[in-house]
């Protein structure tokens, strides 16, 4: 079953871009969920709240909600009603 994987630049304290994989639910329910494709373009400023991977050497993790920079949110993991997998 297929997965949304965002892949995000996350900068550190120096400017020095790091590449983050987050995981997501299936495409369909992201979209359904209200989010599009053009929504996020190359360089848009996003938050985004999840968990990391449980393996801590890698840059991956799942994401639970995304926030745009004009504060619109978006369900794209877990319901609010469920918690993340404990590592």
């Given at each position: 079953n297929p997965h949304v994987i965002l892949l995000i630049d996350v900068p550190d304290p120096a400017g020095?871009?790091?590449?983050?994989?987050f995981e997501a639910t299936a495409p369909t329910a992201v979209r359904r969920g209200g989010l599009r494709r053009e929504?996020?373009?190359v360089g848009s400023r996003v938050t985004i709240n999840g968990w990391h991977?449980?393996?801590?050497?890698?840059?991956?993790g799942g994401v639970r909600e995304l926030i745009l920079e004009n504060g619109?949110?978006?369900?794209?993991?877990?319901?609010?009603?469920?918690?993340?997998?404990v590592p």
């Open positions: 020095r871009l790091t590449r983050w994989s929504m996020l373009a991977a449980r393996d801590e050497s890698v840059n991956q619109r949110s978006f369900i794209l993991g877990f319901n609010a009603s469920r918690t993340p997998p």
